[in-house]
C-alpha cells in the first residue's frame, strides 16, 4: 500500500469511528469557566490583549485561542478544531512511523488501535490544553522526520515552531527544554544533514520570541518562566504533606502563608500585594461563577511563600519528598481515562472504556476508588524499557532514523521528570501528550527487533539485503 492510500485510510477510519462515538453518545465539553487554567469571558471578551500581556498562571496561547473564539468564531468552533487536531495527531502518528520505516501493515494497525482508545476519546472532547500539546508534539515529530526525508527546509521550520509552540501553550514545556533539544537535534544533524544550518534563523526567531516571554514575565512579575506557579506545584509535594504544619510555623520554619492546600489561598494574603492595579486580569479575586481567579497578583507572593516552605521540607524531610514523588510516579503510570476531573466524558462510554483497557491496560473494575486504580503492567514495564531501549540504541546507531528517536526520547524523558517530581495532582493526564511518541518508539524497535530476526534467519542474501545494504548507505553518507 502506498503513503497516499494509508493517509487516506486513517482518514476514513476516523470519520467513522468519531460519527459513531457521537452516536453513542460522546459529545464536546466545552469552556468551563470554572477551569483554573483559564480568564473567565469578560477578560476574554472585552480586555483580551490586556490580559494576555499581564496573565502569569500561564503561557498565553490557550487563552488567546479562547478569546478569539469568543470574539470572533462560532460556538460550535472548538469542537470542529478539536476534530481536525484529531485528525491531525493520527495522521502524524502514521508518518512519523513510515518515514522510520515501519511496514505499512504494522503502522495503520498501531495507528488504529491508539485512533480507537478511550484516552484519545475523551481528551478530544475536553477543551483544555491536553489535546492541542499532543497535537503539537506529533507534528513537531511528523516535520522532522519529513525533513530528514526530503531535506526541504518548510518541514524543518515546522519543526522548530511547533516545539517553540508548546512553550507558550503548556507550563510543562519550558526553555530549558527548548534550548536542549534543539542543541540535541542540532548537534545530531550538523553534519548528517547540511541544509540543517538553512533553519538557524527559525531558530534564532523562535529562541527569541520564548526569550521575550520570559523576560516580560520576570519584568511584570519577578518570574523568569512561563509560569507563576512552580511554588504552588511544590507546595503540594511538600508542605502540604507534612503532619505538623502549624508547630514549624509557630516556631518560624515555615512561612505562614504555605500553610493550607495549594490551590486555597491564606485567608488573610488577599491584598498583600498592595493597592489594586486598575488591571482587571491582576485585581479581580474571583470569576463571575465564584471561583477563585488564579492570575490575581496576589498569588504570586503566594506562589513565592511556598516555594520557600518547599526547599525547607526538601533540606530538612527529604523522605516527606521521595514518598510524594514515589506516590507521583504511580499516578503517572496510571492510564489517563482514570484522571478525575474527565469523568464526566468517560463515564459516557464505560462498556469501551472497560473492555479496552481490561483488553489492553487490565486494570481494575469502575467501582474502585480513583486513588486505588493499580498500575498497568503494560506502562510499568513498557515505559522504563522504552527508556532504556531507545537510549541504547541511540548511543549505538547512526542511522537517519536517530534524530527523530533522539527528539522523541529527549522530551519523554523530560516530560516524566517534570511532571513526575513538580506535580502530584495530574500526572497521568499531564502524561497524555508524549503517548504518541510512546506508541511509536514501541513500533519502531518492535520493528526493529523482528527485522534482526528475520535478518538472522534469512542470512545475507536473505529479503533484508536491500535494505540493510540502503541502512549501511546511509550511514556511510551520514559519518
Same mark, same amino acid.
Given at each position: ?6 493517509? +487516506? ?5 476516523? %470519520?467513522?469511528?468519531?460519527? +459513531? ?58 469542537? @470542529? ?13 502514521? #508518518? ?13 494497525? /498501531? ?27 506529533? @507534528?513537531?515529530? &511528523?516535520? @522532522? ?16 515552531? #511547533? ?22 537535534? %542540532?548537534? /545530531? ?37 512561563? #509560569? ?44 498583600? /500585594? ?11 479575586? =474571583? ?90 503492567? /503494560? ?9 532504556? %531501549? ?13 534524530? +527523530? ?7 519523554? @524523558? ?30 519502531? =524497535?518492535?520493528?526493529? &527487533? ?23 548507505? &546511509? ?5
Amino acid at each position: 500500500m502506498s503513503r497516499r492510500k494509508a493517509l +487516506v485510510l486513517i482518514l476514513i477510519c476516523y %470519520v467513522i469511528s468519531r460519527l +459513531v462515538f457521537f452516536w453513542l453518545g460522546v459529545t464536546f465539553w466545552g469552556y468551563s469557566i470554572g477551569d483554573m487554567q483559564v480568564l473567565e469571558p469578560i477578560l476574554l471578551k472585552q480586555h483580551l490583549v490586556q490580559s494576555l500581556w499581564y496573565l502569569h498562571m500561564q503561557p498565553p496561547l490557550m487563552n488567546l485561542a479562547l478569546g478569539i473564539w469568543m470574539k470572533f468564531l462560532p460556538d460550535y468552533a472548538p469542537a @470542529l478544531c478539536f476534530k481536525v487536531l484529531g485528525l491531525g495527531i493520527n495522521l502524524c502518528i502514521l #508518518s512519523v512511523m513510515l518515514d522510520l520505516r515501519v511496514p505499512t501493515p504494522l503502522a495503520l494497525s /498501531a495507528t488504529i488501535l491508539f485512533m480507537l482508545s478511550p484516552e484519545q476519546i475523551v481528551y478530544e472532547n475536553w477543551l483544555f490544553n491536553s489535546w492541542p500539546t499532543m497535537f503539537l508534539l506529533t @507534528l513537531a515529530a &511528523c516535520c @522532522l522526520a519529513r525533513f530528514f526525508v526530503t531535506e526541504r527546509k518548510p518541514w524543518g521550520v515546522g519543526c522548530i515552531v #511547533s516545539f517553540g509552540l508548546l512553550v507558550f501553550l503548556n507550563t510543562t514545556y519550558q526553555i530549558v527544554w527548548f534550548g536542549a533539544l534543539v542543541g540535541a537535534l %542540532v548537534g /545530531a544533524l550538523y553534519y548528517c544533514a547540511p541544509e540543517f544550518r538553512r533553519l538557524r534563523p527559525a531558530i534564532g526567531w523562535t529562541g527569541g520570541a520564548i526569550l521575550a516571554l520570559y523576560l516580560k514575565n520576570f519584568l511584570l512579575f519577578g518570574t523568569f518562566a512561563t #509560569s507563576s506557579w512552580f511554588g504552588i506545584n511544590l507546595a503540594g509535594m511538600t508542605t502540604s504533606a507534612l503532619m505538623d504544619q502549624d508547630r514549624l510555623v509557630a516556631a518560624g520554619k515555615l512561612p505562614a502563608y504555605s500553610l493550607g492546600s495549594e490551590l486555597e489561598p491564606p485567608k488573610d494574603y488577599y491584598g498583600a /500585594a498592595g493597592p489594586a492595579t486598575g488591571i482587571p486580569a491582576l485585581d479581580r479575586r =474571583f470569576k463571575e461563577n465564584g471561583a477563585s481567579n488564579y492570575n490575581h497578583l496576589d498569588w504570586v507572593g503566594i506562589a513565592r511563600e511556598r516555594a520557600i516552605g518547599a526547599r525547607w521540607v526538601w533540606r530538612h524531610r527529604p523522605v516527606v519528598y521521595l514518598h510524594a514523588v514515589w506516590m507521583a510516579f504511580r499516578v503517572h503510570l496510571r492510564p489517563a481515562t482514570w484522571y478525575g476531573y474527565v469523568g464526566t466524558i468517560a463515564d459516557r462510554m464505560p462498556w469501551w472504556r472497560v473492555f479496552y483497557e481490561r483488553l489492553i491496560l487490565a486494570p481494575a473494575s469502575r467501582e474502585i476508588p480513583l486513588d486505588r486504580v493499580p498500575v498497568p503492567l /503494560a506502562f510499568a514495564v513498557g515505559f522504563p524499557l522504552i527508556w532504556l %531501549v531507545s537510549g541504547v540504541w541511540l548511543w549505538r546507531a547512526s542511522g537517519p532514523e536517530r534524530p +527523530v528517536v533522539l527528539a522523541m526520547w529527549l522530551t519523554v @524523558l523530560y516530560v516524566t521528570a517534570t511532571i513526575v517530581l513538580f506535580n502530584d495532582r495530574e500526572n497521568n493526564r499531564l502524561r497524555t501528550p508524549i503517548d504518541p511518541y510512546y506508541i511509536i518508539l514501541a513500533v519502531f =524497535f518492535a520493528n526493529l &527487533c523482528f527485522n534482526g530476526i528475520k535478518h538472522t534467519c534469512t542470512g545475507p542474501g536473505g529479503p533484508l539485503a536491500k535494505s540493510n545494504s540502503r541502512e549501511r548507505e &546511509c550511514t556511510g553518507e551520514c559519518q
